[in-house]
């Protein structure tokens, strides 16, 4: 597994020209490049975190989340670098970050699928409360096989601006959470017959 892991984001970091995550903030908050499991994730047999990669490991027509369990912030630039699979044979497969995040049940959601569409949603008490973007297209998104893509929520206040690999997409107003909010990823497995994985290769928080 651990080949695999280190070989997948090699791959995607060549693909991706080695690009640095873009979060403009001067102060870092929080940084994980996945090395091992000490980031503050909540870790079980469905995610795995090391060798530089932080992996959701999804059954069919599966979502896996994880808000950081260590950070709270009020306003926050957040940046991750998603990789696809390197299989030429993928499912349809999401990835995204949270942010706004209250706990593992109440959250907003900025993905990217592979198939070159973004969404925007909110869970609320366990239940998706609305979609304000769904299966947008866009070129911003790279789908080859092994490649990465740099996914942005800019989070100031209750404005919200939305990047994939440095192009604005979209941006938001809305009501942030008062008292602070937390900030995660997910993984998403559309397919109803096969496994599939996400993985990411690291994350940024600046503010």
Same mark, same amino acid.
């Given at each position: 597994?651990?080949?695999?892991?280190?070989?997948?984001?090699?791959? +995607?970091?060549?693909?991706?020209? *080695?690009? =640095? #995550?873009?979060?403009? $903030?001067? !102060?870092?908050?929080?940084?994980?490049? /996945?090395?091992?499991?000490?980031?503050?994730?909540?870790?079980?047999?469905?995610?795995?975190?090391?060798?530089?990669?932080?992996?959701?490991?999804?059954?069919?027509?599966?979502?896996?989340?994880?808000?950081?369990?260590?950070?709270?912030?009020?306003?926050?630039?957040?940046?991750?670098?998603?990789?696809?699979?390197?299989? +030429?044979?993928?499912?349809?497969? *999401?990835? =995204? #970050?949270?942010?706004? $995040?209250? !706990?593992?049940?109440?959250?907003?959601? /900025?993905?990217?699928?592979?198939?070159?569409?973004?969404?925007?949603?909110?869970?609320?008490?366990?239940?998706?409360?609305?979609?304000?973007?769904?299966?947008?297209?866009?070129?911003?998104?790279?789908?080859?096989?092994?490649?990465?893509?740099?996914?942005?929520?800019?989070?100031?206040?209750?404005?919200?601006?939305?990047?994939?690999?440095?192009?604005?997409?979209?941006?938001?107003?809305?009501?942030?959470?008062?008292?602070?909010?937390?900030?995660?990823?997910?993984?998403?497995?559309?397919?109803?017959?096969?496994?599939?994985?996400?993985?990411?290769?690291?994350?940024?928080?600046?503010?």
């Amino acid at each position: 597994m651990r080949k695999t892991i280190l070989g997948l984001a090699i791959v +995607g970091l060549c693909i991706s020209g *080695g690009q =640095a #995550l873009a979060c403009d $903030g001067s !102060n870092i908050i929080f940084e994980d490049k /996945f090395e091992d499991d000490a980031g503050g994730w909540s870790i079980k047999e469905t995610i795995e975190v090391r060798d530089g990669a932080f992996v959701f490991k999804l059954p069919p027509d599966d979502l896996q989340s994880n808000l950081n369990v260590t950070f709270t912030v009020k306003d926050a630039d957040i940046c991750a670098e998603a990789v696809w699979p390197e299989s +030429g044979d993928q499912p349809m497969l *999401g990835a =995204a #970050l949270l942010f706004w $995040g209250e !706990n593992n049940r109440t959250y907003y959601q /900025f993905g990217i699928l592979n198939n070159g569409r973004f969404w925007i949603s909110r869970k609320q008490d366990g239940a998706w409360f609305g979609t304000i973007a769904a299966n947008i297209p866009t070129p911003a998104i790279n789908t080859t096989p092994g490649a990465s893509n740099t996914l942005r929520v800019d989070a100031k206040g209750n404005s919200v601006v939305f990047y994939i690999n440095g192009t604005n997409v979209r941006a938001l107003r809305g009501q942030s959470p008062s008292g602070g909010w937390r900030f995660g990823l997910s993984g998403d497995n559309f397919d109803k017959i096969k496994d599939a994985t996400v993985l990411f290769t690291n994350m940024k928080v600046t503010d």
